[in-house]
């Protein structure tokens, strides 16, 4: 009785001690984006947020989900008859993995900034709106929309700096890819982003 009793205790601060070695992350991002390759054709600037959650399984390995959503306004452009105006929103929905290389961060003596880079893989819900502005349409608003789910992926590298402890700061770059008919749909972005660690 008493050498089950020591192996329960054993197990459960074990158990206990695993508990406290967990790690969430939640991190808010605010991007601007530049349409690439095709896409900024007739596309300009955009603008986007997004939300990551993350589950830290090693010093170095954080495994992640990610969404949010980007605009895009479009260009006025001259077609047969008037004018056509279009714009675009993307909702991103992908999963992966962050890394934090231990070799590059051991730069950092004071240990409040942090290297990290990420990829993740997933599917883009895409929205095209298209405003005409036709004289066969006596100059009134015709708008048409086209919603389409495309798989991509998106690669980013960043840098952090901790003011408080579990709270991040930092900046990183984002290239976002997803296939869509004919051309792929490609934007390059700067994001702010603020990170919480949640330890249990």
């Given at each position: 009785?008493?050498?089950?009793?020591?192996?329960?205790?054993?197990?459960?601060?074990?158990?206990?001690?695993?508990?406290?070695?967990?790690?969430?992350?939640?991190?808010?991002?605010?991007?601007?984006?530049?349409?690439?390759?095709?896409?900024?054709?007739?596309?300009?600037?955009?603008?986007?947020?997004?939300?990551?959650?993350?589950?830290?399984?090693?010093?170095?390995?954080?495994?992640?989900?990610?969404?949010?959503?980007?605009?895009?306004?479009?260009?006025?452009?001259?077609?047969?008859?008037?004018?056509?105006k279009?714009?675009?929103?993307?909702?991103?929905?992908?999963?992966?993995?962050?890394?934090?290389?231990?070799?590059?961060?051991?730069?950092?003596?004071?240990?409040?900034?942090?290297?990290?880079?990420?990829?993740?893989?997933?599917?883009?819900?895409?929205?095209?709106?298209?405003?005409?502005?036709?004289?066969?349409?006596?100059?009134?608003?015709?708008?048409?929309?086209?919603?389409?789910?495309?798989?991509?992926?998106?690669?980013?590298?960043?840098?952090?700096?901790?003011?408080?402890?579990g709270?991040?700061?930092?900046?990183?770059?984002?290239?976002?890819?997803?296939?869509?008919?004919g051309?792929?749909?490609?934007?390059?972005?700067?994001?702010?982003?603020?990170?919480?660690?949640?330890?249990?």
């Open positions: 009785m008493k050498k089950f009793l020591l192996f329960l205790i054993t197990t459960l601060s074990m158990i206990n001690i695993s508990m406290y070695s967990q790690v969430l992350s939640f991190d808010l991002n605010s991007a601007v984006s530049i349409p690439t390759s095709k896409f900024k054709d007739s596309i300009n600037t955009g603008f986007g947020s997004t939300f990551r959650i993350g589950y830290k399984i090693s010093d170095e390995i954080t495994v992640t989900g990610k969404s949010g959503y980007f605009y895009f306004p479009g260009q006025t452009k001259t077609v047969e008859d008037g004018t056509m279009s714009s675009v929103s993307e909702i991103p929905i992908v999963f992966g993995i962050k890394y934090y290389p231990s070799f590059l961060n051991q730069v950092f003596s004071d240990k409040k900034m942090r290297f990290y880079c990420s990829a993740e893989i997933g599917v883009f819900l895409n929205r095209y709106k298209q405003t005409f502005n036709l004289t066969k349409f006596n100059n009134k608003d015709r708008t048409l929309i086209n919603t389409e789910n495309w798989p991509g992926f998106s690669p980013s590298i960043g840098l952090q700096y901790r003011f408080f402890e709270c991040y700061i930092g900046y990183d770059f984002n290239f976002y890819f997803f296939g869509t008919a051309t792929p749909t490609t934007w390059l972005d700067g994001e702010i982003n603020f990170e919480y660690d949640l330890k249990f």
